[in-house]
């Protein structure tokens, strides 16, 4: 043992009646606290000394002085402030990483000048190929954009398009990280979307949104034929708080989900009773943007909501708050689980058409036992039920059929007077390509998934 580090024990006494010393003195030092204590004040960088020192007296039983606490939590933010840096010196090498195992993906980094010929972070974009493609083939034409704050220790924002599958659920598209949010921001990633997706000038599609700054701006500039909605929630959420009341809130909502301009009109009308002011306010905000009497059919989405956008950003709420890489990971990670699992979900199904959609058909199907239909030209009928004023005149086309509530009919966005007459003979015709699932192919590189054809989600 002559060549070993070794101890020998000459006496020991077993038996101890002194009092336990709770200063370690040097043994502790504020930078043995602050590796301890990473992660607390990371997550709670106005952490005071005096709830780091009891921290420390609680777990570790020891007693430490508030210099030491306040220095210890210097060098935590500075120990994670490294580590930051270090993330993002490695996303030139991380995205090109992405675009090797995933080809055809797009992965955009922006940098930006800095003092002494230094580049610094600006924005970066991504959308993978598979993901891109699913959405061309088969997605409904409407996308939801959002964005959330970042809760790690470098603040900005991230970005999100979303949209909705065939079995009309969540299928987030791509994603920007970005330092602040403004409408050159919005318009450099609205670009690249454009490029991706193939949105032209924007006919045939439509953009779901709140009022984020410089948004509708952009789209103006990028998408001048696009159909542009505004998030109904976030309309009646701003509404004035005289205007409070279950009365409101009931109108208001039949407002926005009211299929004619007829219906809608009668509610407005309703709202103008109660108070102007209010029926003044909502009138101001556009109704096309809001209600579903004035949205364009083609789209196979009836929603006046915003709220899947809101969904994907509660999935990645913990990934918003860990470094750029690791966030973005996360991301990638949940996309590529969540399209494998949805696809052996999807050739379960065993039916043509996704569930969701056979679900809404069948119960427009039952609902038409109560109209009565009169005929009243080529192709023209007049469908009426029990209830006053509720009768319309239609024309129906079986070949341009389609099967979501908004767009279930063709000449207005009238629901009920369209499920009029024998509704089961237009059930029988071929219905768009979003709303069928298809097993599609998958292969995965290097922990990536890349989509082959339309996934269902």
């Known amino acids: 043992m002559s060549d070993e580090e070794s101890f020998q024990i000459k006496s020991l006494k077993a038996d101890h009646n002194c009092a336990r010393n709770f200063k370690f003195g040097s043994l502790v030092t504020y930078a043995w606290i602050g590796s301890h204590y990473t992660k607390e004040i990371v997550e709670s960088q106005k952490i005071s000394g005096r709830k780091l020192r009891l921290k420390a007296l609680d777990k570790f039983g020891i007693q430490v002085s508030m210099g030491q606490c306040r220095r210890a939590k210097k060098y935590a933010l500075k120990l994670v402030e490294g580590n930051l840096v270090e993330h993002y010196g490695k996303l030139w090498p991380y995205g090109h990483e992405i675009l090797r195992t995933n080809p055809r993906s797009t992965m955009k980094l922006d940098m930006k000048d800095g003092p002494y010929g230094k580049k610094y972070f600006s924005k970066l974009y991504c959308c993978f190929q598979g993901v891109k493609q699913g959405w061309i083939e088969g997605c409904r034409r409407v996308i939801g954009l959002d964005g959330c704050f970042l809760k790690g220790f470098f603040k900005g924002e991230l970005l999100c398009a979303i949209g909705r599958d065939a079995n009309d659920k969540i299928y987030p598209i791509a994603w920007v990280v970005v330092n602040v949010e403004n409408k050159q921001n919005w318009k450099w990633f609205l670009e690249l979307l454009i490029d991706d997706l193939h949105l032209n000038l924007g006919n045939g599609f439509s953009l779901m949104s709140y009022q984020h700054k410089g948004l509708i701006e952009a789209i103006k500039e990028l998408l001048p034929y696009v159909e542009h909605r505004q998030c109904a929630r976030h309309i009646f959420q701003n509404l004035p708080k005289i205007f409070t009341g279950a009365i409101y809130h009931t109108l208001f909502w039949r407002a926005s989900k009211a299929t004619t301009e007829h219906a809608f009109k009668v509610v407005m009308k309703e709202i103008e009773t ?146 009029a007459g024998d509704f089961s003979h237009y059930m029988q015709f071929t219905p768009p390509r979003c709303y069928e699932g298809d097993e599609g192919v998958m292969c995965e590189e290097a922990d990536v998934v890349e989509e082959k054809g339309m996934l269902v989600i």
């Open 274 to 419: 109660l108070n102007s002011d209010s029926h003044q306010y909502l009138m101001e905000k556009d109704p096309k943007t809001w209600s579903r009497a004035f949205f364009q059919t083609g789209r196979c989405c009836d929603a006046v909501e915003n709220g899947f956008s809101e969904s994907f950003n509660a999935i990645i709420v913990d990934a918003r708050k860990k470094p750029i890489i690791t966030m973005l990971e996360e991301i990638r990670l949940y996309m590529m689980d969540r399209i494998y699992n949805m696809k052996l979900k999807g050739q379960q199904w065993g039916n043509h058409i996704c569930p969701e959609i056979t679900d809404k058909v069948n119960l427009l199907k039952k609902a038409q036992r109560h109209y009565q239909v009169l005929p009243s030209g080529l192709n023209q009928f007049e469908g009426s039920t029990s209830e006053p004023q509720q009768h319309e005149e239609v024309e129906m086309t079986p070949i341009e059929m389609d099967t979501t509530q908004n767009d279930m009919q063709v000449a207005p966005t009238d629901v009920e007077s369209s499920s």
